[in-house]
């Protein structure tokens, strides 16, 4: 949409909420859901911005969520994902932390032409890595199989083999 200039109270935002609908044409009915970032002036009962929205259209059941990332920050908090987490650390090290491994595991991905050209890294400074991790070693779990078998190094991928 736009960036707020001056204030950012709760009447600010929700007249540009307003402005951008208008601007960019979209029917307040199209609207079925809004997310917000859990900041006080969002989120309270009254006076804020869901308070508005629902007072200016109560006939439109909007449903509100809380902001997307958030979200998997609260189900990673919520799920035990380390034993997972340790498993797939360890075989993204096992690949990327020899250096002839890692040429030779890049090379096999360019031979199968694989969509992907390398595994990511996890860090945990960058609590997102940890999803992105797991969806590129899944994306690649048959590569890194018939990798390892190739070389004869069963033992490093027998987590991508438990179907548990």
């Given at each position: 949409?736009?960036s707020l200039?001056?204030?950012?109270?709760?009447?600010?935002?929700?007249?540009?909420?307003q402005?951008?609908?208008?601007?960019?044409?979209?029917p307040i009915?199209n609207i079925?859901n809004?997310?917000?970032?859990?900041a006080?002036?969002?989120t309270?009962?009254?006076s804020?911005f869901?308070?508005?929205f629902?007072q200016n259209?109560?006939w439109?059941?909007?449903?509100?969520?809380?902001c997307v990332i958030?979200?998997?920050?609260l189900?990673?908090?919520a799920?035990d994902m380390k034993p997972v987490l340790?498993?797939v650390v360890k075989?993204?090290?096992?690949?990327?932390?020899r250096?002839l491994t890692?040429?030779?595991?890049r090379?096999?991905?360019?031979?199968v032409?694989s969509?992907?050209?390398d595994?990511l890294y996890?860090?945990k400074?960058?609590?997102?890595?940890?999803g992105?991790v797991?969806?590129?070693?899944w994306?690649?779990?048959d590569?890194?199989?018939?990798?390892f078998?190739?070389?004869?190094?069963?033992?490093?991928?027998?987590m991508l083999e438990?179907t548990?």
């Amino acid at each position: 949409m736009r960036s707020l200039k001056g204030t950012t109270k709760v009447c600010d935002i929700f007249r540009e909420f307003q402005e951008g609908l208008l601007t960019l044409k979209v029917p307040i009915t199209n609207i079925c859901n809004i997310t917000t970032d859990g900041a006080p002036n969002m989120t309270g009962k009254c006076s804020v911005f869901l308070g508005l929205f629902n007072q200016n259209y109560p006939w439109n059941n909007v449903v509100f969520l809380h902001c997307v990332i958030h979200q998997d920050a609260l189900c990673k908090s919520a799920l035990d994902m380390k034993p997972v987490l340790d498993a797939v650390v360890k075989l993204v090290n096992t690949i990327r932390s020899r250096w002839l491994t890692h040429r030779q595991f890049r090379d096999f991905l360019q031979s199968v032409q694989s969509e992907y050209s390398d595994v990511l890294y996890y860090t945990k400074v960058r609590w997102l890595s940890a999803g992105c991790v797991f969806e590129r070693v899944w994306q690649l779990k048959d590569a890194i199989l018939s990798f390892f078998h190739e070389k004869q190094c069963s033992a490093e991928c027998e987590m991508l083999e438990d179907t548990e």
